[in-house]
């Protein structure tokens, strides 16, 4: 009597066509699967035609090659199934191509962050006026104040301006002017364009600091840090945004902040070249920052939870800590050589004066 | 099972059941969260797939799971076509923009921003219909595939249409508005040959709406009306420039009793809403149908308000990290309470013939809109 092996395994059949389940009697062999339905239907596939599926409370599903909708439930995970390639795998093409995509792909972001701000530097004075000064009239507009027009006081400004004039020149036309609105600050935006804000020159001890500040703006001019922001904004933050989602942003954000305060200390340190070049003395700055410090430890002083906050951020400002920009500059002083004052008194006090008339921003 | 032709309607076993583990989906989104970080965010849309494919494949219906089969790779081809056709021609025209207004064409501006707002809002409307397409064509059941029969455009006009209709009611519209919203989406998907259909009516809530609305402006009254008459003379050791109090144990306590007044009152408010809204999610569902198969939503309001405590308890005691358990909460929660009716006949249900869009749900990734 010639014996058949048995049916080594039970399943169901989805044939992609319909919902109805197909249950089956599987036999198995070396390199070919037979499927008997109950119905007397009887399928041989090859068995490289098979891939095994995702393990579910139903059980293994298997999956067919040439049949993208065709399923077959295994109530048991028997070896001949667990034996099957995954359903996933990848071809050795395949796998190569992903390979290689995952491998640039981290090189360009190790790149990035290793040496991202270097390049940026690099290309910044590719960015056209053209498409530069429109933003830095949009940053302007941005600041909501009117510009002082004191002919005088501008007259004023435009000698410092000139006195801390680097020996090639600016690196494009320069145009400083101050804004009048209370806050301590000042804003260079793309386009050569310097807000000067009154709240600085009121609250400044004399002319040298407004000077010393003036300088480290000038240096941003001079390394077109302003055209290497809008390159940031507008080239790689959106990428990384868009593509990298959340998580893509805090890491641009980290980013963002890291070279933003090597832009603060490059400008530092080349306005204290300015200075000595302008025979300006660069202690009054130095005593700027530290009373800058000394306001903000004031108002810390009041409130604790400000002090932990401000613990918290200094890894994140943008700006480095104000007794580190102070001690820098305090090092430099003994090698100022011999200063003269930034200003002359009549010219200090007509740029004190110089928001007694007030327009909109209009560039010169 | 004997022979081939298997309803779903057997009442023997549980039609709708979720099998997931919450350990094991936890271990699998904290990986996702370590490579989406090591790899700059380009993982996520990997790291939402594998969410997507393990709350389905948990998820069986008549004792077999569903299938996503969705991948990662065309995630990110959506989320880049999106950048190239939607974000940056949005960067040039804000920018546009902001230019126009440094020249003094400020209507020209506005014009362009009200444009721009009404375009995004359009998307949105066309992002969400997608999303659902994207993830139907990419869902399956005993090998047959769901899908959308449209792409969407159509749906975002209407979208646009009923967001008006929100705004013009002053909000009080919103029951109209989700109802038509959901019957529009659910009305162009199919499972394989059969027709997916919804007729949810607002009328079936708008009673449940108006109340809850009245109610919270009652309860909020007799909040503050508690608040003056039990210790109205107390209030003013808060008016500014008030004198410090004597004893400030004594206004630690007052400060406690008038949270425990605002607790109740805010806890009274949720369950108004909550009721309403667990009234329209069950007439969202039972008014949608697959075939021949309904649906039944049985969560009440204090189910639900157990449910958003129970997650905001989850992310508070794990600073937050909780947040990434939240798909696996949602999904299982709306399973928990979802029942079928009537039944599918599953030899007479066949494949269809939509093929599904070849790249992800770009656009309301764009929006960070997908609940899973």
């Known amino acids: 009597m010639p014996s058949t092996p048995p049916p080594s395994d039970r399943g169901v059949v989805y044939d992609g066509e319909t919902a109805r389940a197909h249950p089956v009697a599987l036999t198995v062999a070396a390199d070919w699967l037979d499927i008997a339905g109950e119905d007397g239907t009887d399928e041989r596939i090859g068995r490289d035609q098979l891939r095994r599926g995702v393990r579910t409370a139903a059980g293994v599903t298997v999956h067919r090659v040439d049949r993208p909708d065709w399923r077959l439930i295994v109530a048991a995970p028997a070896p001949w199934v667990t034996a099957l390639p995954g359903v996933g795998r990848l071809s050795p093409r395949a796998t190569r191509a992903y390979a290689a995509v995952t491998a640039a792909l981290v090189a360009v972001a190790a790149l990035a962050v290793v040496f991202g701000d270097d390049l940026l530097s690099l290309a910044a004075p590719l960015v056209p006026s053209r498409v530069a000064r429109p933003i830095g009239e949009a940053v302007i507009a941005s600041l909501d104040a009117p510009r002082c027009t004191g002919a005088a006081g501008q007259a004023a400004l435009d000698r410092l301006v000139d006195r801390l004039r680097p020996l090639g020149g600016f690196v494009e036309p320069v145009d400083a002017g101050v804004v009048d609105t209370p806050a301590v600050n000042a804003v260079t935006a793309p386009g050569g364009r310097i807000a000067i804000f009154r709240g600085l020159i009121d609250q400044a001890a004399g002319p040298n600091e407004v000077a010393g500040v003036l300088a480290h703006e000038l240096t941003h001019v001079a390394l077109r840090h302003p055209a290497k922001a809008v390159l940031r904004q507008l080239g790689v933050s959106i990428v990384v945004r868009a593509l990298g989602g959340d998580i893509g942003g805090a890491v641009d954000l980290a980013g963002l902040l890291h070279s933003s305060r090597r832009a603060e200390r490059d400008a530092d340190a080349g306005a204290l070249a300015t200075l000595r070049a302008a025979h300006v003395a660069p202690a009054p700055l130095a005593a700027f920052f530290d009373r800058m410090r000394r306001e903000e430890a004031a108002k810390a002083a009041d409130d604790p939870t400000r002090r932990v906050i401000d613990l918290a951020t200094s890894y994140t400002a943008t700006h480095p800590g104000e007794d580190e920009r102070a001690a820098a500059i305090r090092a430099a002083v003994p090698r100022q050589g011999t200063v003269t004052a930034a200003m002359s008194p009549a010219d200090w006090a007509a740029l004190r004066a110089i928001c007694r008339t007030t327009a909109p921003w209009r560039d010169r | ?372």
């Not at chain 2, 989104?29 to 849309?45: A, S």
């Not at chain 2, 389905?56 to 790779?73: A, C």
């Not at chain 2, 958003?308 to 989850?314: D, E, K, V």
């Open chain 2, 1 to 372: 099972m004997p022979g081939g032709s298997v309803m779903i309607d057997d009442d023997t076993g549980q039609r709708l059941a979720f099998t997931g583990r919450w350990p094991a989906f936890l271990g699998m989104v904290v990986v996702n969260v370590l490579l989406t970080v090591v790899t700059l965010g380009i993982y996520r849309f990997w790291a939402k797939t594998r969410v997507r494919r393990y709350l389905w494949e948990n998820t069986l219906v008549g004792g077999e799971p569903l299938e996503y089969f969705g991948r990662g790779i065309e995630k990110l081809k959506g989320a880049f076509l999106v950048f190239l056709m939607l974000v940056l021609p949005l960067i040039v025209v804000t920018g546009v923009a902001a230019w126009l207004k440094t020249q003094g064409m400020i209507a020209a501006a506005l014009l362009v921003y009200v444009g721009l707002y009404v375009l995004l809002l359009y998307l949105f409307g066309v992002g969400s219909y997608r999303s659902q397409r994207y993830m139907l064509s990419r869902t399956a059941w005993r090998g047959i595939r769901a899908g959308m029969t449209t792409g969407g455009w159509g749906y975002g006009v209407r979208f646009l249409k009923l967001a008006l209709f929100h705004f013009i009611t002053f909000g009080f519209g919103a029951p109209f508005v989700a109802t038509k919203l959901w019957n529009a989406r659910m009305n162009d998907a199919v499972f394989g040959t059969a027709a997916v259909t919804a007729d949810a009516n607002w009328r079936a809530v708008y009673g449940r709406f108006l109340f809850a609305w009245f109610g919270a402006i009652v309860v909020y009254i007799v909040a503050i009306g508690a608040v003056f008459a039990s210790f109205g003379s107390q209030l003013a050791a808060f008016a500014p420039g008030a004198p410090p109090p004597a004893d400030p144990r004594a206004m630690i306590g007052i400060v406690l009793r008038l949270y425990l007044v605002f607790f109740v009152a805010g806890l009274a408010i949720a369950v108004l809403m909550l009721r309403y809204y667990a009234a329209l999610i069950a007439e969202l569902f039972g008014a949608t149908r697959v075939g021949g198969l309904g649906f039944i939503f049985t969560a009440r309001a204090g189910q639900f308000l157990a449910f958003m405590l129970g997650n905001l308890a989850i992310i508070a005691f794990t600073l937050g990290l909780g947040v990434l358990m939240m798909p696996y909460r949602v999904w299982s929660f709306y399973l928990r309470h979802l029942q079928t009716t009537g039944s599918l006949d599953t030899a007479a249900l066949g494949q269809t013939r939509l093929r599904g869009p070849s790249q992800g749900d770009g656009l309301v990734d764009a929006f960070d809109a997908a609940a899973f």
